[in-house]
């Protein structure tokens, strides 16, 4: 049998530090350019990025070209399971219920919490926003969003306002925590520790996004008359995803959160008062929301339409209990992939050699269950549940394309040494580099417009750099997804999704305008968050 001989990565293949790191950020600098300058569609500049990462690799690092190509079909192998396996089960389960019409539902019991604008872009965008985003991602949340608070009655500018600048809170742990397991896999850490540092970042952005977004719709008014119920909204939402994340399971905490929050603004009495006329006025288009009053529906229909959500909640609760876990991972294939044999600069074989294909236990599966049995309740014959799985495949061909692009991109990188020659270039920030990672991940979402591609690329580059300068690996690969949620308000992608929802052609410049400087202010909290978790300072925040 023939056995490939060992690659050992070098980090100044080209002499000098310097000069090796300028040629090591081609790639990105090539998918960065690509979709924030020239506005390539994204799965084409993954793509082009790909083939730039394959050549430096192959011609400044000396990588063998069985090796490159190996690594990057392990890295595409990877973003098609189980990160596409768990994005394509989670928004089929979202098409059933719009098949069926329990999606509808479920809008119009959220609608009928309260009259208050300002309560119903907290229910909208922020809780059942989370709820989508927990289960689809991609940019779902922000235009059913949208669509919805235009169809309560919201003026299209607000309404897509609103829905981005909400979608912050809970993308770190969307699509069914894709962020984070994909920060794990790329860096090497054990998911339950970046998750559960993850879940003692973000939950503080939960306590300030509610107010700032009533603040959005009304102003100071909205301020004074409705901080309680954001406030709880809030607290419940940031708790709820402090627990999933550290003891239960990540891939949890963004549907626990959303369903707390919605909880706690129902049971709050203040949700319910009447709301002048005059508020709904200078919110919306002067009352010309849909006059007709919306059908009753029936209990059955109700509980049918949160069924997934309740279904997806225990399947994942059951599947972390030691005996059933146990029994899942016996169906896990752990290989030495083909064609690869690296070892890092000091002569240790990586982590990257390894693949890991989870068949049972893994986050798509255990969607793809709550799926059939959803299936199966909403009274969905088997050939159009088939039809449904089908077409949410085709829908999202590009996005296929584009994750196991830019995953490919990111193995060939690290396991080339590209990326440790960046972070060895970096680390020269020292202490200062806690306060900058979260930039760098809001820099990535901004341009690639997803948190799970910025994790990619990026995180393993934050670990190498924590190594050099002594700071906790951990805690800066978590900060890389955590200041990476605040970008994706102002990525092109999520600008152009929000104008199409809320029927503003050509206007993202005009959004962009309007919700960069919640997006600026914002990580810069997070940048200090970050910095003090550092420090003695606020260290005692973490595990």
């Known amino acids: 049998m023939f056995v490939q001989a060992v690659y050992t990565q070098d980090v100044t293949p080209l002499g000098s530090l310097g000069l090796s790191a300028l040629v090591a950020v081609l790639p990105l600098a090539t998918v960065l350019v690509l979709l924030g300058v020239v506005r390539m569609r994204a799965h084409h500049a993954a793509l082009i990025g790909l083939l730039v990462a394959l050549v430096v690799g192959i011609a400044a690092y000396g990588m063998p070209v069985v090796q490159a190509v190996s690594g990057a079909l392990s890295g ?17 389960i979202y098409r059933l219920t719009v098949r069926t019409g329990h999606f509808d539902v479920l809008r ?11 309560i119903q872009a907290l229910i909208i965008a922020f809780c059942f926003g989370a709820l989508m985003e927990a289960l689809a ?3 779902a949340p922000v235009a059913i969003s949208a669509v919805m608070l235009v169809a309560v009655g919201f003026h299209p500018v607000k309404a897509a306002v609103v829905a981005l600048v909400a979608n912050t809170a809970p993308v770190a742990f969307g699509a069914m925590g894709t962020p984070v397991v994909t920060l794990a896999q790329v860096t090497g850490l054990p998911l339950q520790d970046v998750s559960s540092i993850v879940g003692r970042q973000t ?31 809030g607290v419940a939402f940031g708790l709820v995803q402090f627990l999933a994340s550290n003891f239960v399971a990540p891939q949890l905490a963004d549907i626990g959160a959303a369903l707390a929050g919605a909880a706690a603004l129902v049971a709050l009495p203040q949700t319910r008062r009447p709301v002048p006329e005059a508020v709904r006025i200078s919110i919306g288009t002067g009352g010309t929301a849909t006059e007709e009053a919306p059908p009753e529906d029936s209990r059955n229909d109700v509980v049918k339409a949160y069924l997934p959500y309740a279904l997806i909640i225990v399947i994942f609760s059951l599947a972390v209990l030691p005996p059933i876990k146990k029994l899942l991972d016996k169906a896990t294939w752990k290989f030495h992939w083909p064609g690869l044999n690296v070892a890092g600069p000091n002569g240790k074989p990586v982590s990257g050699n390894t693949f890991s294909l989870p068949f049972l236990n893994t986050g798509g599966t255990l969607v793809l269950l709550a799926g059939i049995i959803t299936a199966a309740i909403l009274a969905v014959s088997a050939s159009g549940t088939v039809q449904e799985w089908l077409a ?10 584009t994750v196991t692009g830019v995953l490919a991109l990111a193995y060939v990188m690290n396991l080339s040494g590209q990326t440790t020659t960046i972070g060895t270039f970096i680390a020269a920030a020292g202490a200062g580099l806690a306060f900058l990672s979260p930039v760098l991940g809001w820099f990535g979402v901004a341009v690639s417009g997803s948190d799970t591609s910025a994790n990619a690329l990026f995180g393993a580059l934050q670990v190498t750099a924590a190594n050099k300068t002594g700071l906790a690996a951990d805690l800066l690969a978590a900060a890389n997804s955590s200041g990476g949620v605040l970008g994706k308000m102002v990525s092109p992608q999520n600008l152009t999704i929000a104008c199409v929802a809320a029927n503003l052609p050509g206007e993202e410049g005009k959004l962009l305008r309007k919700v960069l400087p919640w997006s600026v ?14 420090t003695p300072v606020l260290s005692w925040m973490l595990p």
Not at 218 to 228: A, F, M, S, V
Not at 523 to 532: F, K, P, Q
């Open 203 to 233: 939950p503080l952005l939960a306590l300030v996004v509610p107010l700032l977004l009533v603040i959005i719709v009304d102003g100071k008014r909205g301020l004074k008359d409705t901080w309680l119920p954001a406030l709880v909204c």
């Open 521 to 534: 202010g914002l990580l810069l909290v997070m940048c200090l968050i970050v910095l003090g978790q550092s």
């Open 108 to 118: 119009r019991s959220f609608g009928r919490v309260s009259d208050d604008p300002r």
């Open 392 to 401: 949410t495949v085709k829908e999202l061909r590009f996005a296929i394309l």
């Open 76 to 92: 595409a192998a990877f973003g098609l399971w189980p990160i596409m396996w768990i994005v394509v089960n989670a928004l089929w």
């Open 137 to 139: 991602g991609f940019g």
